[in-house]
């Protein structure tokens, strides 16, 4: 009696267990890879599927949505020997599950290593301010390098975005001393041209006033010549007329002398009488 409930619940859980293997329901956004006897037989698709207990079996089970595969940070070396820390970002999708499983060992970790390794070669082509400025165009880049491999993996690179791109802190600190010395250099050379520019101004404001102080001396000569030249004229041959102007004028002068406040005493001249006369037109005796 025993013995034969023994067999009725072995039985009972050998079915449920044949109709767990044989029953199977695919969630979606996920498909499944079945074998057969260690022979790729179906993909099974989401939804409800039937398979042949003890003989097919789940090999694979495949996620179809989109997948973010984080790519670790690295040192990069740029052409003109600057090193700088990258890192992408990589967002991907299976287009093939049997050639994601049957044409790579593992595609999460295959895409991976290749960003990273076209990432470094195309880093490498750039000068450092190239690279630290040219963040679309290496996202361009490495996703068009990278998509044709991926394709035979039944893998589609959807985008790649560059998380990172810096300098390593020693490159940063050899910045910004290039940075402060290129500041100290522009200032020098912005006061050097201040005092370029005020030196010409001032050559300048000489010449142009000494020219202007000619050509008053050259007015004032000319001036002089005609008044000379009039004077001339005007007293032809006589000499009593200019001799009184002459007169004239040394009187104010004495005058003028006589009553300056520096003035502690006045010399006059011995003959003063005899020189007045002949400025009034007297003559000598």
């Known amino acids: 009696m025993e013995s034969g409930l023994i067999v009725v619940l072995a039985l009972l859980v050998f079915i449920v267990v044949t109709i767990a293997k044989g029953v199977r329901v695919v969630p979606q956004g996920d498909e499944w890879i079945v074998e057969r006897l260690g022979k790729y037989r179906v993909t099974l698709t989401p939804g409800l599927s039937i398979l042949i207990p003890y003989l097919d079996r789940v090999a694979y089970k495949v996620i179809t949505k989109d997948i973010i595969l ?106 910004e001393m290039q940075a402060a010395a290129e500041r100290e250099r522009k200032a020098l050379v912005t006061r050097a041209e201040g005092d370029k520019q005020s030196a010409i101004l001032s050559a300048e404001a000489r010449l142009e006033a000494a020219k202007r102080d000619a050509s008053a001396q050259v007015a004032l000569a000319s001036a002089s010549a005609e008044a000379i030249r009039r004077v001339s004229e005007a007293i032809g041959e006589q000499s009593t007329p200019m001799m009184f102007i002459l007169g004239e004028k040394y009187i104010q002068s004495l005058e003028r002398l006589s009553a300056s406040s520096n003035a502690k005493m006045v010399v006059l001249p011995a003959d003063l009488q005899e020189v007045l006369k002949r400025f009034v037109g007297g003559r000598q005796p």
Do not use: C
């Open 70 to 175: 984080d790519v670790q940070e690295q040192e990069v070396i740029t052409r003109d020997n600057a090193v700088i820390v990258t890192n992408a970002i990589a967002f991907i999708k299976v287009t093939d599950p049997v050639r994601a499983v049957y044409g790579i060992t593992n595609f999460h970790e295959a895409i991976r290593n290749l960003v990273m390794t076209t990432l470094r070669a195309i880093v490498g082509e750039m000068e450092l301010d190239e690279a630290l400025s040219s963040r679309e165009r290496i996202k361009a880049r490495l996703r068009e390098s990278i998509s044709d491999e991926a394709l035979d993996w039944g893998i589609s690179i959807k985008t790649v975005e560059i998380q990172d791109i810096k300098p390593t802190e020693s490159m940063q600190r050899a910045m």
